[in-house]
């Protein structure tokens, strides 16, 4: 966690997570979620249906996105909206960024524009998973009044 010392400021970037999201992973998401769509998992549907490999649930980028805002801000952050446009589908063993900039602030929130790129095998860009992604995050307690 790398929690700011001092208020977010508009135009400062959020520290990034990058994440290799696994097979394993997928199998476990899809445990917790009860979302066991044979697309999420199954090697042999998904090569039925001419697809790299399993897919990455969409939603994952919904909780990677939270968290790394959670690690940024801390335990007295509560995400209070999050909004993404998924922009292409991502596979099982491909590694996601996750980035994004603060567009306001007040006393008792941030507002953050983000984006999701997932990574070439050379650790370059290679196409974006989400954009855009925005979030409202409270400060200081889950109703956002002030800080502590």
């Not at 700011?4 to 998401?29: C, F, H, K, N, W």
């Not at 690690?71 to 909206?81: A, R």
């Not at 095998?121 to 196409?127: A, H, N, P, Y």
């Amino acid at each position: 966690m790398s929690t700011p010392t001092s208020p977010p400021a508009v135009g400062q970037p959020v520290p990034p997570l990058e994440r290799t999201i696994t097979l394993t992973d997928m199998v476990a998401y899809a445990g917790a979620t009860w979302d066991w769509h044979q697309l999420h998992y199954d090697p042999a549907y998904v090569a039925e249906k001419r697809l790299p490999g399993p897919v990455v649930d969409g939603q994952v980028f919904g909780a990677l996105l939270v968290e790394m805002l959670q690690d940024w801000l801390g335990p007295d952050s509560f995400v209070q909206t999050i909004d993404f446009t998924f922009r292409n589908l991502m596979f099982a063993g491909e590694t996601v960024r996750c980035e994004g900039q603060v567009v306001a602030v007040t006393e008792d929130t941030v507002e953050v524009a983000m984006s999701a790129t997932i990574l070439g095998s050379d650790g370059v860009d290679d196409r974006f998973a989400v954009r855009p992604a925005s979030a409202r995050v409270l400060l200081g307690r889950a109703d956002g009044t002030g800080r502590p």
